[in-house]
């Protein structure tokens, strides 16, 4: 079992910047690839990003590219999503997901566990 715990949501200005973390436990972390996905009210769950095991290998949703910077630490069993220049429309739940394929998913079905949640709001 592994557990996530996302935290450092909040509320923003637009244009301002923000860090999540997300921690992990339960399992080596460096055995498994991480992933940020986002939720808005009344929309599917998004990708955002996904670093694998060592941090070699990175992605990103296309409209992110350039504002959103995935990193991990597997010393702190911790991976971090630095979201900077936010907007209004980045306003959504944002959690963070381990899964432990050799790939890094994009699709959120393929992940295995996922943390609850934290909120970010980015007004205008």
């Known amino acids: 079992q592994v557990q996530l715990v996302e935290s450092g949501g909040g509320s923003v200005q637009a244009g301002g910047s923000l860090r999540l973390s997300c921690a992990a436990s339960g399992r080596t972390f460096s055995t498994y690839v991480m992933g940020w996905f986002r939720q808005a009210p009344g929309k599917k769950r998004e990708f955002v990003a996904a670093?694998?095991?060592?941090?070699?290998?990175?992605r990103y949703a296309d409209s992110l590219k350039g504002r959103f910077t995935i990193s991990r630490d597997n010393a702190k069993n911790t991976v971090y999503l630095q979201m900077n220049s936010l907007k209004p429309e980045d306003t959504a739940v944002y959690y963070c997901a381990a899964d432990f394929s050799a790939v890094v998913p994009t699709n959120p079905t393929q992940y295995d566990y996922w943390g609850q949640g934290t909120q970010v709001t980015v007004s205008s």
């Open positions: 670093i694998n095991r060592t941090g070699g290998s990175i």
